[in-house]
């Protein structure tokens, strides 16, 4: 179960850095986005937004990625995750499997670093 674990932090952490980083410094071409997607991308991207998150993605990826502080990588993420899956549910249809994969194994990673968490929801 540790290999699983170890992979799926690979597989959530790889590409928030890699889109992190294309965040800061475009480095893979991308269309510009059609419709009210499109008008949100282009409001964030003007005032700074896409940065600041671009960031976020960074220090969750890395975190990830090196394996310590996991459990801040998963905070990180978790309202980054449910953006995501708003944005394509309600602007943007297509593409929302990514985001639905990577809140699986997000969810896989609550449950292998559930002891982190568990003093949050002590009653």
């Avoid at 889109?19 to 800061?24: H, I």
């Avoid at 896989?108 to 568990?118: G, Q, S, V």
């Amino acid at each position: 179960m540790k290999i699983v674990t170890i992979i799926a932090r690979v597989l959530l952490g790889l590409p928030f850095l890699i889109f992190g980083a294309n965040s800061l410094h475009a480095f893979i071409p991308m269309q510009p986005m059609p419709g009210d997607g499109g008008t949100m991308a282009t409001i964030m991207l003007q005032h700074g937004w896409f940065h600041f998150i671009g960031l976020l993605y960074i220090v969750a990826g890395v975190l990830l990625l090196i394996g310590k502080y996991v459990p801040v990588a998963l905070v990180l993420l978790g309202p980054i995750l449910v953006v995501i899956l708003l944005f394509h549910a309600t602007l943007m249809p297509n593409g929302i499997e990514t985001g639905l994969v990577f809140t699986l194994i997000e969810t896989f990673l609550i449950y292998r670093y559930w002891p982190a968490f568990r003093s949050i929801f002590k009653a």
